[in-house]
């Protein structure tokens, strides 16, 4: 069989855990009708038909899909050689026993066999984003399958919103936080996916007549103009003249695929842009807290917070909670938003906690130059921001006030406070951090929208993006992380731009001939437009 680009990745994942001596698991992500189906039954077959005794099994969202899937078993029986002189031993519309006594079967996910009380050594789960009980079946049928090498597990979904079982395997898989193999196909590397033009005129009538969107794909990901013919007819003629529903059925990235299933707040279109411009950071690292802590008063006696000393206790790890993409910059002003949680991995009820998280933006190019994100005591925590406060040339930080957040906050200096009114004493009083509450939260959201609208923020990171694109209006109208998604990173970023919002008017201004520089005037413009927006909003306590 000739592989396909899509297939070869595939393949080429299989062939590293094999050669790594893992069991293979593999996670794919796809575009339509690319043949990673087809794949995995060739896979599955070879290896029944090849050694005695091995259990297959094939499991669909549908009764339709698993006899679809188990005709290419029968079909590649047909065409196996040894088909002509040797009978199977049972051949239905759901089991094949090749003469060897291996076995391939199909079944819906609905009447799946349990796992406990056999064994099989290769699964193919198909369309598992639309199973109705994806979590249930799975834990069974994973029972089934030997953690071994000699075993195979193929779970391949196109996808359907975020949230769900297959979101969350291909989340963590991402993350690196399970065994199993990431492989996104995206529907550009799919040569069926191209329609040629009659004549060069109508070619070149077509690059004339191409939208905004289209020229970017063109231009900046090197598309051809029969890819985007291909894209422009699918488009109007099997997804309804829907943008939206392309992407989820024909994507380009692994995000572009989870489209959200509620109403998101962010503009998608925008986010999508910026997740594909999104850079690695230059350095991901943890803090070494003892160290810094026991040469903290001996450096400030010395000569006070120095960028240089600070950076020797950063330690390079490749999973380090702290993502830097700029060092600080001599002179220039910076600003944190920290959102706070409880510091738990697992809520009583078994699902995960949110991170807290740490970003920074740098004022003069409103861009996202550092984000720290994982789970930590609140207290903790407070040693992380004022280690980053004192790095980012003593950076403002606007911390959350509301719950755990004051634990952070009396530990901390340079701090952010909001002005409000005792109705009791009947005058105005400072309070510190940031509260975010019914009238403060839709303002702080609603800036950060305009921000990403006006493409004045300028963002590194794409967990950050992610989480914006899968923030959304719940059925009750609330702005809420989609189900089964986070919003830390976007509430912390959206507390710096607060930050940014309401700092000094001497805050250092872009630098000539950067192209943000007209952008950002609407920000300043609209600076003591949010909370606590009085000349004592940056005061250092």
Known sequence: MALNPGQRMVLDAMQGQRDAGAPVRIVLLKARQFGGSTLAQACLFADAAHRPLRESWIVAHTLDSARALFGMAQRFYRHYPPASRVKPLRCNSSEL???????????????????????MYNLHASEIAWWRRASEAMLSLLQAVPDHPDTCVIVESTANGMGGYFHDLWRAARAGQNGFAPVFVGWNTVAEYSAPFANPDMRRRFRDSLSPEENALYSDLGMTLEQLQWRRTCIR???????????????????EAFLTSGRPVFQVGILDSMYLHCDAPIMRAEIDMESWLARREQAHAACGPNALELARHLCAVRSGRLKIWRHPEPG?????????????????GGRERDNSCVQ???????????????????DVLADVVLFLSEYYNR??????????????LTLLKNLYRREVFDERSRRRTQKLGWLTTAASRPLMIDTLGRVLRERALHLHDQETVSECMTFVFDRNGRMDAQEGCFDDRVMALSIAVQMYMQGP??????????????????LKSMRGAGQGASRNGWNVI
């Open 97 to 119: 026993v090749l003469p060897n006594h291996s076995r391939i079967a199909a079944s819906t996910a609905e009447t799946a066999p349990a796992g406990r009380g056999f064994t």
């Open 237 to 255: 003629d099997k997804c309804g003249g829907s943008i939206d529903a392309f992407r989820q059925e024909y994507p380009l990235h692994d995000q």
């Open 332 to 348: 220039a002003r910076y600003v944190l938003g920290v959102d706070v949680a409880e510091g738990i991995e697992v809520s009583p």
């Open 360 to 378: 920074v933006l740098h004022c003069g190019r409103m861009e996202q130059v550092a984000c720290w994100t994982g789970k930590i005591d609140p």
């Open 395 to 408: 950076a403002f930080c606007g911390v959350e006030a509301n719950n755990h957040g004051l634990t952070t």
């Open 505 to 522: 008017s001497s805050a250092p201004a872009a630098p000539p001939g950067n192209p943000m520089e007209e952008r950002l005037d609407f």
